[in-house]
């Protein structure tokens, strides 16, 4: 699921600048300033502000619906960006709501991992689940680009996009939360048993 998020994020954060510039918004001003460093200066802003927000929202809803809410809100800015691409304004809005629907990966996949396997080997835990942003850095840039290229249009692009938000918000609300419930269910039968066999001793 993660390498979905980090694959389909990264095809967009690497291209926003040829995106931009083959819809002419590049250097249309937006409040003054050139579409594409506002885009990229509040897709940075939203980025960052995306991590501890969801992870509070997280903290109230759980991880799951947390993933179903922002995974989501991804993919339809990204729809949004496909019919309204080349008004600077949107373009600049469009790409700071996709950020803010991407980043919060590097939260509340981690927080989810935690929930699994606790803090105990929480560093090593999170390396092997952080090969999962080396593996979209290796396939988002390049099969952008090369989507791009074979087709002359970056709508590919983002239908693939869409189409991994969509599966993982699936995945984090049907298959992630079934095994989340099961794995609760279990650790509570074991302390039980647990603590039944201390109070027999």
Do not use: C
């Given at each position: 699921m993660m390498t979905m998020m980090s694959t389909s994020?990264?095809?967009?954060?690497?291209?926003?600048?040829?995106?931009?510039?083959?819809?002419?918004?590049?250097?249309?001003?937006?409040?003054?300033?050139?579409?594409?460093?506002?885009?990229?200066?509040?897709?940075?802003?939203?980025?960052?502000?995306?991590?501890?927000?969801?992870?509070?929202?997280?903290?109230?809803?759980?991880?799951?619906?947390?993933?179903?809410l922002a995974f989501s809100l991804e993919a339809l800015s990204i729809l949004l960006l496909i019919a309204f691409v080349g008004n600077p304004v949107l373009f600049v809005i469009l790409t700071g709501l996709a950020f803010f629907g991407w980043g919060e990966i590097f939260s509340l996949f981690p927080s989810t991992l935690t929930d699994f396997y606790g803090s105990e080997h929480a560093t090593m835990n999170y390396g092997m689940l952080y090969m999962a942003q080396g593996v979209g850095a290796l396939l988002g840039g390049p099969l952008s680009a090369s989507l791009d290229a074979v087709a002359n249009s970056w709508t590919p692009v983002f239908l693939i996009v869409v189409t991994m938000d969509i599966v993982t918000a699936v995945l984090a609300v049907t298959v992630l939360k079934r095994i989340h419930r099961k794995w609760n269910v279990d650790i509570s039968s074991e302390l039980s048993e647990v603590e039944d066999a201390v109070k027999n001793s």
């Amino acid at each position: 699921m993660m390498t979905m998020m980090s694959t389909s994020g990264l095809m967009i954060v690497s291209e926003v600048g040829p995106i931009a510039k083959d819809y002419g918004v590049e250097n249309a001003l937006v409040l003054g300033v050139a579409a594409l460093p506002l885009s990229l200066t509040l897709s940075r802003f939203t980025n960052g502000l995306t991590r501890p927000f969801f992870g509070w929202v997280s903290d109230h809803i759980g991880r799951e619906n947390t993933m179903l809410l922002a995974f989501s809100l991804e993919a339809l800015s990204i729809l949004l960006l496909i019919a309204f691409v080349g008004n600077p304004v949107l373009f600049v809005i469009l790409t700071g709501l996709a950020f803010f629907g991407w980043g919060e990966i590097f939260s509340l996949f981690p927080s989810t991992l935690t929930d699994f396997y606790g803090s105990e080997h929480a560093t090593m835990n999170y390396g092997m689940l952080y090969m999962a942003q080396g593996v979209g850095a290796l396939l988002g840039g390049p099969l952008s680009a090369s989507l791009d290229a074979v087709a002359n249009s970056w709508t590919p692009v983002f239908l693939i996009v869409v189409t991994m938000d969509i599966v993982t918000a699936v995945l984090a609300v049907t298959v992630l939360k079934r095994i989340h419930r099961k794995w609760n269910v279990d650790i509570s039968s074991e302390l039980s048993e647990v603590e039944d066999a201390v109070k027999n001793s």
